[in-house]
């Protein structure tokens, strides 16, 4: 299992609708978070010599994801009070998948070990859908905004380590 908290921002998104009906320019920011990830793997290796080991990895995997859209709260039109609201919406999951690389390891010393693995991940497809009210459009009764997005996750991991093993 791994922890992080790597978020990616991108700024200047637009927003489809403000509250005269018409596309809006102001920008707009939309992140997304990914909090832990785990998996369990099975691995299978070939000892090339007897200080140097290289296998093959794969197995189910399993990763937090939060995706927030923010509206401009700036632009008088798009988010400011009797406008759209809310102004900042998060869709979080829990997305199965699967994960596939390879590595090696190589004793170096009577007792030290050192290890590089590179691992490919796919989370296939999330789609979620965020709905706005426009309180102040016309006619007076709140219109719904309602934007869906697709987001395909697929990650890249190296990891490098060294270890010592005690006797």
């Known amino acids: 299992m791994g922890l992080a908290n790597k978020t990616t921002t991108l700024n200047g998104m637009l ?8 596309n809006a320019t102001a920008p707009n920011t939309f992140s997304l978070k990914t ?10 290796g070939y000892l090339f010599t007897p200080s140097i ?7 189910p995997a399993w990763m937090h994801i939060e995706a ?20 900042t919406i998060t ?14 390891e190589a004793a170096l ?12 991940s796919d989370f296939g497809t999330i789609t979620n859908t965020d709905t706005r009210t426009n309180g102040g459009g016309v006619p007076p009764a709140p219109l719904p905004v309602i934007v869906t997005y697709d987001l395909a996750l697929k990650t ?12």
């Open 15 to 22: 927003y489809p609708f403000n509250s005269f009906g018409i």
């Open 35 to 44: 909090t832990w990830d785990a998996s369990a793997r099975a691995r299978i």
């Open 53 to 59: 080991m290289v296998y093959a990895t794969g197995g």
């Open 68 to 87: 927030t859209s923010n509206c401009n709260t700036l632009d008088v039109n798009l988010c400011a009070p009797g406008s759209l609201s809310p102004g």
């Open 91 to 104: 869709d979080s999951t829990n997305k199965f998948g699967w994960t596939i690389g390879g590595g090696f």
């Open 109 to 120: 010393w009577s007792n030290w070990i050192a290890r590089a693995e590179y691992r490919y």
């Open 156 to 167: 890249h991991t190296a990891t490098f380590g060294l270890a010592y093993k005690f006797n």
